[in-house]
């Protein structure tokens, strides 16, 4: 299914969140998610299902000041 991430469309076939980040290579990574605009936590992402067109925003965590 097409999705946009970060602003940019990409096809996944994960029918979940959990799913489709790691096919996105973000499995292992400590990563803020929104979907559609709606924070999603990192406890419910197996079951939060995609569907197309979804939007979905991966935020990485910056150190500096």
């Known amino acids: 299914m097409r ?5 940019s469309e990409r096809e996944v076939t994960g029918p979940t969140l ?3 980040l790691a096919e996105l290579g973000w499995s292992d990574a400590r990563v803020a998610t929104a979907l559609n605009g ?5 406890g419910v992402r197996r079951e939060t299902l995609l569907k ?5 925003e991966v935020l990485a965590p910056m150190q500096g000041g």
């Open 38 to 42: 709606a924070f999603v936590p990192k």
């Open 3 to 7: 999705i946009e991430v970060n602003g």
């Open 18 to 20: 959990h799913a489709a």
């Open 52 to 56: 197309e067109g979804d939007r979905l």
